[in-house]
């Protein structure tokens, strides 16, 4: 068979990632499965069965990376895929999962064609790229890729009190392969897009060039809680109202920049949190994220001065902590060049564009030539257990992936 007319099993491809889904299924839904947790164990050892069924060299490394190896007829550097398979607490079936499972069906299509490439292949899936509980996100890749020191993530505690190490110890999957120092031939992550972009334009191909810098920061104020009737406003040191405006600063920040500016104030926990009491303590994070670097930073000066100022006005304290600070990450030319002579090769409509999410691609940019494939997410919904792909989307962005792969692989 002529490898041109090589193609993926969409059916099988959405068969796995529907069997994956049905571990920590939702009501309605969409999975949970957040990083380390019991539920993401089972989902590893779904994925790792799957690894060995198709006859890949599994292997862990000590923050729990998984990768599975396919032999080339030469050794050195793999051509690898891959993506996470960890998800938010109100997670889609498809956010990260399909890039892995995406490499899998890969990996299968070739099995069953008997090819064998040239240049190793690899599919991977990295811990904790959500970084809902443990922050920063893509954790797992930062390590691998060695921008993130293997004992500090390990140190790292979550939003829950729990430590990281102590977690991927719980579920088995504290590895001895060494972190830091793998480095692929390339680095290929099929993705849905989390955007509105491509459905709304019925584009098929997302050409991703760039993934934009992000700011993760959480913000503790202290106030003084004092009783909600007898206290004069004039007296008052409210931990809450400081959390708010700080939030709706956030908001004026992206509105006031515009262009790709995003800001988003996920988390408000107010103490003690009743209702006749003035709160003493807000516990916040702010995310802003931002194309260009210079941009992001003017972002944030902003945000913190502004903080500042709102808590000494109301006379509160104020702590400031970094949970994740990357800047935009440019993909290699070469690759989006790839993806699009390919996706146009196989008359699939494309369009370049950055990516708003982050994603564990962006940890291995600096080190091997390295891009993405999109493909549309309805209503750009995600995050969200109403995240959907269509399968014919599906069908198409995984054979750009096998294709991709392929021509990589032999080059
Ligand atoms: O936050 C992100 O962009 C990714 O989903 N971790
Ligand atoms: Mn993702
Ligand atoms: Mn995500």
């Known amino acids: 068979m002529s490898l041109s007319n090589l193609t993926v099993d969409g059916d099988r491809l959405i068969h796995r990632l529907e069997e994956l889904a049905?571990?920590?299924?939702?009501?309605?839904?969409?999975?949970?499965?957040?990083?380390l947790s019991e539920e993401d164990r089972q989902g590893r050892d779904r994925v790792v069965g799957w690894m060995r069924d198709l006859g890949l060299a599994v292997s862990i490394d000590g923050i729990g990376n998984v990768i599975g190896i396919r032999a080339g007829s030469e050794d050195g550097p793999p051509v690898m895929v891959g993506s996470h398979i960890d998800t938010v607490r109100t997670g889609g079936i498809y956010d990260g999962c399909l890039g892995v499972i995406a490499g899998l069906e890969v990996i299968q299509t070739l099995n069953d064609a008997g090819i064998t490439t040239r240049r190793p292949l690899a599919v991977a899936f990295f811990t904790n790229e959500e970084g809902a509980r443990f922050a920063p996100d893509m954790m797992g890749s930062a390590v691998h890729q060695g921008f993130l020191d293997l004992d500090e993530a390990l140190a790292v505690t979550g939003i829950d009190g729990t430590v990281v190490g102590e977690e991927l110890q719980k579920i088995s999957y504290c590895g001895d392969a060494e972190t830091g120092h793998f480095r692929a031939h390339c680095f290929i992550e099929m993705h849905v897009e989390q955007g509105p972009v491509l459905d709304a334009e019925g584009t098929a191909i997302g050409v991703?060039?760039?993934?934009?810098?992000?700011?993760?920061?959480?913000?503790?104020?202290?106030?003084?809680?004092?009783?909600?009737?007898?206290?004069?406003?004039?007296?008052?040191?409210?931990?809450?109202?400081?959390?708010?405006?700080?939030?709706?600063e956030a908001r004026s920040i992206a509105e006031d920049m515009g262009g790709d500016q995003v800001a988003t104030a996920g988390v408000v926990e107010v103490a003690p949190g009743l209702v006749n009491?003035?709160?003493?303590?807000?516990l916040m994070t702010v995310d802003l994220r931002n194309t260009d670097e210079r941009l992001l930073q003017q972002a944030e000066a902003r945000l913190f001065s502004y903080a500042d100022k709102v808590a000494?006005?109301?006379?509160?304290?104020?702590?400031?902590?970094?949970?994740?600070?990357f800047a935009p990450v440019d993909f290699a030319p070469e690759m989006t060049d790839l993806i699009e002579k390919i996706a146009k090769g196989q008359d699939l409509s494309t369009r370049r564009m950055p990516s708003g999410a982050g994603h564990d691609a962006q940890m291995f940019a600096p080190n091997c030539p390295t891009a993405m494939i999109f493909v549309p997410s309805r209503d750009g919904i995600s995050?969200?257990?109403?995240?959907?792909?269509?399968?014919?989307?599906?069908?198409?962005?995984?054979?750009?992936?096998?294709?991709?792969v392929l021509e990589k692989a032999e080059s």
Request: charged share 20%; aromatic share 2%; net charge neutral.
């Open 22 to 35: 049905k571990i920590g299924a939702l009501e309605g839904g969409g999975c949970c499965r957040l990083a």
């Open 208 to 248: 991703v060039e760039g993934v934009q810098g992000i700011s993760w920061t959480e913000l503790v104020i202290g106030g003084v809680s004092n009783h909600a009737g007898t206290t004069p406003m004039r007296m008052r040191c409210d931990a809450a109202v400081v959390s708010a405006r700080i939030a709706v």
């Open 277 to 282: 009491v003035v709160p003493n303590r807000a």
């Open 312 to 325: 000494s006005d109301e006379g509160a304290t104020i702590e400031r902590r970094t949970l994740a600070r």
């Open 383 to 404: 995050h969200n257990i109403e995240e959907f792909t269509k399968p014919g989307d599906i069908q198409a962005g995984a054979n750009v992936l096998l294709h991709v």
